[in-house]
């Protein structure tokens, strides 16, 4: 038995012996009174109490995902999970390629058995399903619906991040993104001959995207969409879309002293057969995701050193066609600044881990999300928790939300307190997740930042948080009044008739600061600031 929050789980395999008497059943329910677990009948021998217990949440020791002790020490982390064939794979990563070992392909069933069915030295993060063949890739896995397992072959020393649909071959080819930038494709559909996929080098993103030299890449995420209905018959055209989250001193001191600039090594980019490769935003960001129906709404998240932000592109549909199929930005608080530098964040995911509803990860806090964009907006956001948890990836698996951890990284024994590097998971429902922290943080769409007349900033999330103020400062001794405008639909400036609604001015006069308060009970969907003349300004808000 294991006592965790004060609940018993239980981890125990009955093998020796048909445990039956009265005795033993008033025992087994004296330990379980209180507790969430339902224990059935008393099993056979060889059986497993595992398939008729019903678990409270918590770890699974068994479960863990270690490192080798020796001879490298780095990292070892949950890179990817996905439920497939009646079973959750897992693949483990390191923090670099060759970065110690250890790390491997996990397969889980039902009864709570882990099997490692392969190992690496690397660091792998991705997963998706390929429907056209059916099977789902993992790794550097490819496994079908019959739990075979094949291998990609080729350059596979290189780190690989990614998984997403081809643009020209969806019906049998996948690209494969990794993390310093090497754009791979493969193949997949040999697996159906009983051959291993192989893997051909495509691009340097490094390169492509311009990222200047001297700043460490780090892609974390790629998506393809494949639009019919933008409204724009250029945007009808597959596109892919890959992240860098590189966010280090050079950013937050840059940002912060010159009005916003970003030129450093963070990229939202973009890639099509005809237009090449183009660079949709400079800053870091460490997701992009969506899916293919219900206007194919692509959603990004990254940070920047305001606040995390949000960009949302609606494609539409044949069924709902986009009315706006242009980017909109969007901020968010951040939960914490342990979260800031590029090797601090890991993957923080966009999972659909409810029915057609999205999980979102950011900066230590989730968020329930909407896949749908109506009237190009983004509606369909509030917080639920905060937490303290690395959290590489999280999906469903048997009826259970599961998190995957990252819990001790000495990185090459630059931490002499960690020891073994290793990851646990975590298995709940999904409301538990109101039981973790209060939604906390702070953010806004202005720091130092030069801002223009009239000028609306970004609309910044409100909706879900309790206590909050608002801190305005000038940075130049140019006086300005700044309109507090509030958004209480959630759909201003998208649907008509449904505008930014005036709350609130205030004066700022010379080199000031002035603090509000916003009413108790008070909430809109999202807030944003006018400035009435040109000034460097700060707005920053904090919820408690």
Same mark, same amino acid.
């Given at each position: 038995f294991f006592q965790s929050d004060q609940q018993l789980i239980i981890l125990h395999r009955v093998t020796q012996a048909k445990m039956s008497s009265p005795l033993w059943n008033c025992v087994i329910s004296v330990l379980l009174f209180g507790s969430h677990i339902v224990l059935g009948q008393p099993q056979n021998v060889g059986e497993s109490v595992a398939s008729t217990l019903s678990l409270a949440p918590g770890i699974f020791p068994h479960l863990t995902?270690?490192?080798?002790? /020796?001879?490298?020490?780095?990292?070892? #982390?949950?890179?990817?999970?996905? /439920?497939?064939?009646d079973r959750?794979?897992?693949?483990?990563? &390191?923090?670099?390629?060759? +970065? +110690?070992? #250890?790390?491997? &392909?996990?397969? %889980?069933?039902?009864?709570?058995t882990i099997t490692k069915i392969a190992e690496h030295s690397t660091c792998y993060a991705n997963r998706i399903m390929h429907p056209e063949t059916n099977q789902i890739v993992i790794g550097r896995w490819v496994i079908n619906a019959n739990r075979e397992v094949f291998e990609i072959t080729g350059n596979v020393s290189s780190v690989r991040l990614g998984a997403v649909a081809h643009l020209e071959h969806p019906e049998s080819m996948v690209y494969l993104i990794g993390m310093d930038g090497n754009m791979y494709e493969s193949d997949i559909s040999v697996t159906a001959k009983g051959q291993n996929p192989t893997s051909k080098l495509l691009f340097n993103m490094v390169d492509e995207l311009k990222i200047p030299?001297?700043?460490?890449?780090?892609?974390? /995420?790629?998506?393809? =969409?494949?639009?019919?209905?933008?409204?724009?018959?250029?945007?009808n055209v597959p596109v892919l879309y890959v992240t860098s989250n590189t966010f280090n001193e050079a950013d937050f001191v840059g940002d912060s002293t010159q009005g916003g600039e970003y030129a450093m090594g963070g990229r939202l980019g973009q890639y099509t057969i005809d237009? #090449?490769?183009? %660079? =949709?935003?400079? @800053?870091?960001?460490?997701?992009?995701? #969506? @899916?293919?129906?219900?206007?194919?709404?692509?959603?990004?998240?990254?940070?920047?050193?305001?606040?995390? =932000? &949000?960009? =949302?592109?609606?494609? +539409?549909?044949?069924?709902?066609?986009?009315?706006?199929?242009?980017? @909109?930005t969007y901020r968010l608080p951040k939960a914490s600044h342990a979260y800031d530098h590029l090797w601090q964040t890991e993957w923080p995911r966009i999972r659909e881990v409810e029915t057609e509803r999205y999980l979102m990860d950011a900066h230590g806090m989730f968020y329930e999300l909407s896949p749908l964009g109506w009237a190009g907006s983004a509606w369909g956001l509030r917080p639920v928790s905060q937490h303290l948890r690395m959290i590489p990836d999280f999906c469903s698996f048997r009826g259970a939300l599961v998190l995957g951890g990252n819990q001790v990284s000495s990185i090459f024994d630059n931490n002499l307190v960690t020891g073994q590097a290793q990851a646990g998971l975590w298995f709940g429902k999904t409301d538990d997740l109101w039981s973790f922290g209060k939604p906390q943080g702070w953010g806004g769409p202005w720091r130092n930042s030069l801002v223009a007349p009239a000028e609306a900033s970004d609309p910044y999330l409100m909706t879900g948080f309790d206590k909050k103020v608002l801190h305005l400062e000038t940075h130049d001794n140019r006086s300005?009044? %700044?309109? %507090?405008?509030v958004d209480i639909h959630g759909v201003a400036g998208s649907l008509p008739g449904f505008p930014w609604r005036n709350y609130q001015v205030i004066k700022l006069t010379g080199d000031d600061y002035v603090p509000y308060t916003f009413p108790e009970g008070f909430s809109a969907h999202w807030v944003r600031f006018v400035s009435s003349t040109a000034a460097r300004v700060s707005a920053t808000l904090m919820y408690t």
């Open positions: 995902a270690t490192a080798d002790s /020796a001879p490298k020490r780095s990292e070892s #982390g949950t890179g990817a999970m996905m /439920a497939w064939a959750l794979y897992m693949v483990s990563y &390191l923090s670099v390629d060759h +970065g +110690g070992s #250890g790390t491997g &392909l996990y397969e %889980i069933d039902a009864n709570m030299a001297g700043q460490q890449p780090h892609f974390k /995420a790629a998506h393809s =969409v494949f639009p019919t209905a933008t409204g724009n018959p250029k945007d237009g #090449g490769w183009e %660079i =949709v935003d400079h @800053r870091a960001y460490y997701e992009v995701t #969506g @899916r293919r129906n219900w206007g194919k709404v692509t959603f990004a998240t990254g940070v920047d050193s305001k606040s995390v =932000v &949000l960009r =949302v592109r609606d494609f +539409g549909d044949d069924a709902t066609p986009s009315t706006n199929s242009s980017w @909109r300005t009044s %700044i309109t %507090i405008q």
